[in-house]
């Protein structure tokens, strides 16, 4: 099972950043999504394709149909710069799945 | 508070088996619904899911790898281990475990890597 993911995305501070992950009909799936800046171990900001963690801003949400997952990051702040990486269990393999990672650009 | 410590050695050969240790805290590898996953992560490239032990001492393995890896756990200790075989330096990154709580399939907590460079 194969996750893609764009390379790259920029976005303005105060703006909108909308990152996709495409799969084949991916919305039979439970996607969770992860936070990595540089020089440190990743982290959960959304599970179950939109629950999120204690801690994490109400700023990023979640949303899965079809055969795409959107991580959606509303007001943009420099300190979201980072990759990001939605992730799957495929239960056709029994393997975890992770996406090819997005970077995270703040302008 | 739930912690994970990966530990290991900075350096390997190629040909040479290694030998990488999770330590956990704060949960117990016994309880019902809690997995330890391995995750390797090369210079500049992605994530890549590698070995799953849950808590009935069952083993998963990504395919690609999985004649070379093995995962194994002493609940004595709090630890799960994972032996690569034949390393080679393509195997260089940083390596981190990650548990499976009570939410299943989400790798809840990470540790903070520890980082393998295969060179002669």
């Known amino acids: 099972y194969v996750l893609t993911q764009p390379p790259s995305v920029s976005v303005a501070p105060g703006k909108t950043a909308t990152i996709t992950c495409g799969g084949n009909?991916?919305?039979?799936?439970?996607v969770h999504w992860f936070q990595q800046r540089p020089g440190q171990a990743p982290v959960l900001v959304i599970y179950y394709n939109g629950a999120r963690p204690s801690g994490i801003p109400e700023r990023f949400s979640g949303s899965n149909s079809g055969n795409t997952a959107t991580l959606t990051i509303s007001r943009v702040e420099a300190g979201d710069e980072a990759d990001y990486y939605c992730q799957v269990w495929d239960t056709g393999s029994d393997h975890y799945v992770f996406g090819s990672g997005t970077t995270v650009t703040v302008l | 508070q739930v912690t994970l410590r990966e530990s290991g050695p900075a350096l390997a050969k190629p040909t040479q088996t290694l030998t990488l240790t999770c330590t956990v805290s704060?949960?117990?590898?016994?309880?019902?619904?809690?997995?330890v996953s391995w995750i390797r992560q090369p210079p500049g490239k992605a994530l890549e899911w590698l070995a799953l032990i849950d808590w009935e001492d069952d083993k998963y393995y990504t395919t690609s790898l999985r004649n070379r890896l093995t995962i194994s756990r002493d609940t004595s200790k709090n630890q799960v281990v994972l032996t690569m075989t034949n390393v080679d330096p393509a195997d260089t990154a940083t390596y981190y475990c990650?548990?499976?709580?009570?939410?299943?399939?989400?790798?809840?907590?990470w540790g903070q890597g520890t980082v393998v460079t295969i060179s002669s």
């Open positions: 704060g949960f117990s590898l016994t309880t019902t619904g809690m997995c």
């Open positions: 009909n991916i919305r039979s799936k439970s």
């Open positions: 990650a548990r499976e709580g009570t939410n299943r399939q989400v790798l809840d907590v």
